[in-house]
């Protein structure tokens, strides 16, 4: 059985929020696939349960009385996906790390592959979806315009169409430990590590027990702390909105004082209460994005600067 101080060549990460139903095909699909490798590394399966309200916690320890390589990380409460993933790196020992879903919609039959990449080089292999089964046609366009999006506005090269199904070298994980920023991105702040990177395409299976974790809320939550973590974009389109609305109105209130020194009368478009209440709205409407724009970055700032840990642990029981 594995002990804290047993050598551990891989480790699976897993975050899991109520997904019951898939523990236990989850854990035998990973183990089988690890225990048929002809080199047979020494590897541990870290499941962590964030704030689970189902039976995921009872499903993980049923998992870890019956295999060995099992490690059970308990979270105090729901910090959400990437603050999960995060704790599972950070309790990792192995020399590479494959970080995945729970759902078994990231198949652990590319492991192997991504073991093959690594030894061969690699600090990061990444899978990029070729199709995504099961999925609506609005979550498909999102996702597409989502990393569209971001690669147009960051400054990091972050791949397209992939998720945060990988392997990470050690250096990697240890880079991720050593950047503590509370709203985290982490296939971004994996692009921006740099070092060498290669994908692997699949077909990403459907979702066959519960339910997306991701709802339109979440995903919008996501897109922004992408966005604002890895760019400064939004801030300067405040600024340059506002300097564009400031040209127009100056521009126009020459205008007006033409025609009212000149007693060429007063154009009817400047009449009226319409056109006085659209140019307020307008206003208005740009001085709210603007202040939206700077309370979102505002905000992150506040989250860091009070320091508090990403996560809290209830405790860690291994095999």
Known sequence: MATS????????????????????PLVERVAGILEALPEHPSYEVILVNDGST???????????????????VNL??????????TAGLDV?????????????????????????????????????????KGESAFKLATARAFYRIIRLLTNV?????????????????EVLKR?????????????????AQTAVEYDRDERRYGSSKYPLSKMLKFAIDGVTSFSDVPLRFASYLGFT?????????????????????????????ASTMVAILFLGGVQLIGIGILGEYIGRIYDEVKARPLYLISDIERS
């Open 157 to 173: 090269s972050i791949p397209m169409d992939a998720g945060d199904f990988r392997l990470m070298s050690r250096r990697i994980v």
């Open 54 to 72: 189902d039976g995921t916690a009872q499903s993980i320890r049923a998992e870890l009385e019956r295999r060995p390589h099992v490690v059970f």
């Open 5 to 24: 101080a047993t050598p551990v060549t891989l480790s699976v990460v897993v975050p899991l929020y109520n997904e019951e139903a898939n523990v236990a």
């Open 245 to 273: 609305v400031s040209t127009v109105a100056f521009l126009y209130a020459i205008i007006i004082i033409f025609f009212r020194l000149f007693h060429l009368g007063i154009p009817e478009y400047t009449r009226g209460w």
């Open 76 to 85: 105090s409460r729901n910090f959400g996906h990437q603050l999960a993933a």
């Open 92 to 132: 990792s020992r192995g020399e590479a790390i494959v970080l995945m879903d729970g759902d078994l919609q990231d198949p652990p039959e590319l492991i192997p592959e991504f073991i093959e990449r690594w030894r061969a080089g690699y600090d990061v292999v990444y899978a990029v979806r070729r199709s995504r």
């Open 179 to 195: 950047s503590r920023e509370r709203h985290r991105f982490l296939r971004g702040m994996v692009s921006w590590a740099g070092f």
